[in-house]
């Protein structure tokens, strides 16, 4: 039986920039960094420590590899959950992410559109409270 989402791959052009980008400027953490291999990096990130499901990073090495940068979460296929939209949207624009739709509420909460370092876009939600 299907028990869980396991990792998001992303390509990245850098293992060392993707890191910076979303450590420092979005908050994410850390999960791990390990050689696995001649030039090759298991690099992976989450929301939070406690976090099941890691975004992988994979450096581009082909062309396709290169073509793909950018375009891999178009239409909002990832969300990115926050409990304080207002503090979050500060905190990333403070650390100069870029927003491509600034928060504004909807009906399942708050909603704002923001943009990683080659392209790729990401829907940050803070769901309404149910009573």
Do not use: C, H
Not at 9 to 38: C, H, M, Q, W
Not at 79 to 97: H, S
Not at 114 to 120: A, H, M, W
């Amino acid at each position: 039986m299907l028990k869980k989402l396991g990792e998001i791959i992303l390509t990245v052009r850098n293992y060392d920039e993707a890191l910076d980008f979303y450590v420092n400027k979005l908050g994410f953490k850390k999960v791990s960094d390990a050689k696995i291999g001649p030039g090759m990096r298991w690099v992976s990130v989450a929301p939070s420590e406690n976090n099941e499901t890691v975004i992988v990073f994979e450096q581009a090495t082909t062309a396709a590899d290169k073509a793909r940068l950018g375009k891999q979460f178009t239409g909002m296929m990832l969300n990115i959950m926050t409990d304080d939209m207002d503090e979050t949207y500060r905190t990333l624009k403070a650390n100069g992410v870029e927003f491509v739709e600034e928060p504004s509420s909807a009906p399942w909460g708050k909603q704002a559109v923001i943009k990683d370092l080659y392209g790729n876009v990401f829907d940050l939600l803070e769901p309404r409270q149910r009573a």
